[in-house]
């Protein structure tokens, strides 16, 4: 059995000239004091293989780095070696899992970033298009609001006028018709008996003391039919009473059937059957070839205060009376 020799027995020794001349790395060891700890050690150089691993960054491949491995191993001492291994095998590690966390991120980011894209793109425009209808809701509600208020002005303004024409037309046909009734008694005032009699008919029975004011045209019509009758009237002529007109009086009642007041009831007649008839929106028939004209009541109005005069005083009150009288119904006529 043969023994082997050891690498470091002397046979195999290199000088300290040729170890200056061959490719080796010498290794100063630390400063170690009693208690086995280091004082002082020489700053340890940068590997071949570390060099290596910080140029190359990782993205050799298997093979290269195996074959720089092989190298390093050859030239450098299995320590060290494996110290650079550990080394470079963390720097791999850090740098990957640096790189690994940078496009983690980038593609997280870029992901979520779409994602959000895609959702705010969609609340954006559903909120767009509920503002936007908001708004035309609220255009059009204000367009409505001053439609409807200038229809109400223009209705107001059109009835306004209606309601003005409608006014001036019938005094129109108030002052006309008063012209041609006023021009026709005038010339014919025959009928001045008959309106006697029916304001004499509306006194109550017991009647006593009648005057009867006419104008100063029919005066003496009324005072024959007086005498003929043998009634026991009293005829006195009025300006304020206009031809064809009369206004009967006791002591207790008063009956107007002048032309200016049984026109104003002729008017206030039609006036208020237009009424009735618009409201009740309905129209009277009459049938072919007939007509009716209802007449106007009579104004009966009581006096309110009756004193017996001797026969001497009763002129002058009745003239009295008589005047203020035609002053009030002349000022009715004017209204």
Not at 156 to 172: G, I, R, S, T
Not at 276 to 303: C, F, L, N, T, Y
């Amino acid at each position: 059995m043969s023994m082997q020799r050891h690498i470091f027995d002397g046979v195999n020794r290199v000088s300290q000239k040729n170890l200056e001349s061959q490719p080796v790395l010498a290794w100063v060891p630390p400063t170690i004091e009693k208690g086995g700890k280091l004082v002082q050690a020489v700053p340890r150089e940068t590997s071949q293989f570390e060099q290596f691993v910080t140029q190359s960054s990782g993205d050799a491949a298997p093979d290269a780095t195996a074959s720089a491995d092989k190298q390093s191993q050859g030239n450098v001492s299995p320590e060290r070696y494996d110290a650079g291994y550990e080394q470079g095998l963390l720097l791999g590690r850090k740098e990957g899992l640096s790189k690994g966390m940078e496009e983690g991120q980038k593609a997280g980011y870029e992901e979520g970033y779409q994602q959000g894209l895609q959702a705010g793109q969609a609340e954006g425009l559903a909120q767009g298009e509920q503002q936007s209808q908001a708004r035309i809701d609220q255009a059009l509600q204000e367009q409505l609001q001053t439609l409807n208020a200038l229809m109400t002005h223009l209705t107001h303004a059109l009835n306004e006028q209606d309601y003005q024409l409608e006014q001036a037309l019938l005094q129109l046909v108030k002052t006309v018709s008063k012209e041609v009734v006023g021009r026709d008694l005038s010339l014919d005032s025959s009928h001045i008996m008959q309106l006697i009699k029916q304001a004499l008919g509306a006194l109550p029975a017991t009647r006593e003391h009648v005057r009867i004011y006419v104008s100063q045209q029919d005066v003496e019509l009324v005072m024959k039919a007086a005498e003929q009758g043998g009634e026991n009237w009293r005829v006195i002529a009025s300006n304020a009473i206009e031809p064809g007109g009369c206004r009967v009086e006791t002591d207790h009642s008063l009956v107007d059937f002048t032309v200016a007041e049984r026109f104003q009831q002729a008017i206030s007649h039609v006036i208020d059957g237009r009424t009735a008839v618009a409201g009740k929106q309905s129209s009277i028939s009459i049938p072919d070839g007939e007509s009716w004209e209802a007449a106007p009541e009579p104004v009966v109005k009581p006096i309110l205060s009756v004193s017996r005069d001797s026969e001497a005083d009763k002129p002058e009150k009745m003239s009295e009376q008589a005047a203020r009288l035609s002053d009030d119904w002349a000022g009715s006529d004017d209204d």
